[in-house]
């Protein structure tokens, strides 16, 4: 599975940014999926997963109530709003695959990898 990231960007604090992620084929579509991030110098952070039926979303307790993930199983997407971004947020964002259809915030369980998306926030 190929995944492709879209829609990072450059935004001043308080701004909204859409991420896309679309999967090379149908497989991610019974599997969960997650975005995770990493700052520079930072380890890779849990950010918001959801399995593969939707619905029963988990998020970092940092961005609870500004982001918001969905995926279209149709179109073997995953999408990331984020909402109210702050200079903390800034980070590569990217999009994992899970082996499993149940979500989890450990790396570990996710075997595929997009290349990331830059996001900026300035203040």
């Known amino acids: 599975v190929q995944l492709q990231a879209s829609g990072g960007g450059l935004v001043q604090a308080g701004g909204s940014l859409r991420l896309s992620c679309s999967a090379s084929?149908?497989?991610?579509?019974?599997?969960?999926m997650a975005w995770f991030r990493q700052a520079p110098g930072k380890e890779r952070e849990f950010v918001a997963s959801i399995p593969w039926r939707g619905g029963s979303t988990d998020y970092a307790d940092n961005v609870q109530g500004r982001f918001t993930i969905s995926r279209d199983n149709a179109k073997n997407t995953v999408y990331l709003h984020m909402n109210f971004l702050q200079p903390e947020d800034t980070a590569v964002y990217l999009c994992a695959v899970s082996r499993h259809s149940y979500p989890s915030r450990a790396t570990s369980t996710y075997n595929y990898w997009g290349q990331g998306t830059q996001v900026t926030v300035s203040s």
């Open positions: 084929r149908r497989t991610a579509s019974n599997n969960a």
